[in-house]
């Protein structure tokens, strides 16, 4: 039996990846297209070219795993609703064309590729502790936005760290399509294979 599993990194800049087998994975971009929504010009997924990426697998065996998607502190209203609504049009599509359909945690895939925290990473993380415990001691209310600051900054550069981490490993994974992650904007692409070898793993498990 063929063994079809579809990974999706779901983020507006995200990925989708397809692996049949043991063949590279085929991996596209979500698809996005802009709206106009209280004349403002936002993106949202286009579901119509995800529906056509969907469709040549509809009522086959196909694996689908995608991360769960959270709303992230001070999220507004509206981008937590377009999150909700984008990620819930994904679970929709999956569902209808038959989809065996399996939600997963960030942690969860990355527990999978240790190699994706480098020593700079762990020293961050290290570092952005001390100052959550050093805030926690803070009585002035600008000493704390301070340290509160500090522990962002710290947290964007380990984001950025690991996004480059996940292009590194793909492109290390599957030489043949390194070309496809070398910008910066490929993480959720990168994401979204590291997302499918897990889901290999998965469906092996489950076999």
Known sequence: MTQLIMAIDPGLTGGISILDNNKTPV???IPVK????NKKKKNTYDMIEIIKLF???KNKKVSFFIEKQ???PKEGGVSAMTIGKNYGQLLGAAYAFGFNVIEITPQSWKKH???LITDEMRDIKAEMK???LIGKKIKGKEAKKENKRQVEKLGRQFKSLAKTEARK???NLYPSISDRFVKKNTDGMAESVLIVLYGKKIY???K
């Open 27 to 29: 991996v596209y971009k």
């Open 34 to 37: 802009s709206i106009i929504v």
């Open 55 to 57: 469709s040549p697998y």
């Open 70 to 72: 959270n709303v992230r």
């Open 113 to 115: 590729f240790p190699e």
């Open 130 to 132: 001390e100052l959550r």
């Open 169 to 171: 490993l793909v492109s």
């Open 204 to 206: 092996g498990r489950e």
